[in-house]
């Protein structure tokens, strides 16, 4: 015998009851308007559309619900919201409670959209009339927004998040991140100085961050595009160690309290269309193994203010025109005086005839043969602007 079927007379006699032998009435509902809400007890009063009851202390029903801890899914109803209420048939004194809300006919559009959004078909959506709102869309995205510019959609396909707003803020324990645009409630436009800034610290209980970079305006009277600094920790007194600072016109600053070091395992190249200056109040030192070469169109100076030292285990050559030595002049790279032609045959020989005297005694006698020298690769110059 199936469920619901009568096994015996007893049980055919309590089916064949009407509503007075069993003391129940019939289920009533009624089209509501709810007139006042009770927020610390969540009911609701409400005065019937037609009839014109009122009824008081209405229990607001929801999709699902349990009394462990307030689990479920309910919302608090507004003042003037439409409803069904439910007079329940076990007895006169069985309390009332709302079995849902309804939309008024709109009679001049014919229809019950009652200024709800379009949805597809499967669509679950929450939403305020403040436009606030959840939807649960069929395919698996969700949408969850403030206003339609300030909303988050995810996306199944490519498991993708996407964020559209006008100010981002992320504060974690580590760090902030911030996207700020910077305009009143009068800007209509999207004429509006934006930055963005991402701000890290060491510990989390620090009360400064030790990194700071900063990217966008900095203020109208500020050319700075990027701004990047580092800090000595994060606490209060903290000093600034590194700064760089990128400005919109293309200048570079590079801000470095100690030590900067650069390890390039291919080429380095360094190619500037104007000036080039390196400085060091320390020793400045050049090091290469496989050669070095110092290359100008123009003319080119190496100063010493105390002096000039050229240290080779091989030969030295120098290879050029003309040759000048001597104290510097007025004029940059100009000799004061030179010796060149003949006058700078006679200097040797007479640095020769030393050496020849100087050889007239014992223990340089072997010096006598530079004299004999000089005199065979002698040459003869007539030119006196001719460096020999």
Known sequence: MTFGQARNLED???????IADRRYMPAV????????????DWSVDCVSEYANKRFFDVQVMSPYFHFVNGEGIYAMPEVGA??????????????????????PFDEENVNFRAGRQTL???????????????????GGAIQIGSTPTAQRIYLPIQNVIRDFCENYQLFTFGGELLWETDRDDKTTTGDAPTKFSLKAKAQADDPQHIA??????????????????????????????VQLRITKQGDVTWEVEQNH??????????????????????????RSTQGTNILSDLLTIIEGKTGVTIKTAGALTLAASTISMGPP?????????????????????????????????????ALKSVKVAWETVRPTVSNPNVLT
């Open 12 to 18: 055919i006699r309590q089916q064949s009851l009407g």
């Open 120 to 138: 597809n078909p499967g669509d679950i959506m929450m939403r305020t009339r403040d436009e606030n709102f959840i939807i649960l869309r069929r």
């Open 82 to 103: 439409l409803a069904w209420l439910c007079k329940p048939s076990s007895g006169q004194f069985a309390p009332e409670f709302l079995l849902g809300y309804m939309a």
């Open 212 to 241: 700071e970079l900063t990217i966008g305006s900095h203020g109208e009277s500020d050319p700075t595009t990027l701004n990047l600094t580092i800090w000595t920790s994060g606490e209060e007194d903290r000093e600034a160690r």
């Open 329 to 365: 002049g007025v004029g940059a790279g100009t000799p004061q005086s030179s010796i060149k032609g003949p006058k700078l045959l006679e200097a040797i020989d007479a640095i020769v005839n030393a050496i020849d005297t100087a050889a007239n005694s014992a223990p340089l006698a």
């Open 261 to 286: 070091v650069v390890n390039v395992s291919g080429n380095y190249e360094v190619n500037a269309l104007g000036n080039v200056a390196l400085g060091a109040q320390g020793t400045a030192e050049m």
């Open 29 to 40: 509902v009624e089209k509501v308007r709810i007139i006042n809400v009770n927020i610390e």
